[in-house]
Structure formats: C-alpha cells, structure tokens
C-alpha cells in the first residue's frame, strides 16, 4: 500500500491522560508498566516509579536532597 492509497484520517488521534497512582499524588503518570498484554498498565510519576534501577533511585535521591538544601 502506498501513501496515496491509504484513507485519510477522519477522527484525531485520542489522547491518554495518565496520573501517579501512589495515594495523594496528583503528578502525572509518565511512566506505566504491565506485565501481560491482557492487564491494563499502570502508570506512576517518575518519583514513584517502583521499577527504577539503582543508579535511577540514587540520582534521583541525590537531586531531592539538593532541591532541599537549595530551596
């Protein structure tokens, strides 16, 4: 199928909006995970995030704690 022969886009794309699901957090959910393709993800801010590697987590705490100093 080439470009010319394919329909034209009648709807706009639809746009997801995701938010942290840590309780009281009211960010946006960024970053989602599922283990299958059958369970519908879920989405977390980057704070929250429970699947971050070690050296995320460490950065991540080092710039909190210079947000703290600082501000």
């Known amino acids: ?5 394919k329909p034209e886009l009648t ?3 639809q746009m997801y909006v995701h938010y942290c699901e840590e309780e009281g957090c009211e960010e946006w959910g960024g970053f989602g995970r599922s283990a299958t393709k059958e369970e519908p993800p879920r989405w977390w801010c980057w704070e929250h995030f429970p699947h971050k590697s070690y050296e995320q987590e460490t950065a991540l705490r080092r710039n909190l704690e210079a947000a703290e100093r600082d501000g």
């Open 1 to 5: 199928m080439s470009d010319t022969d």
């Open 11 to 13: 709807n706009a794309p």
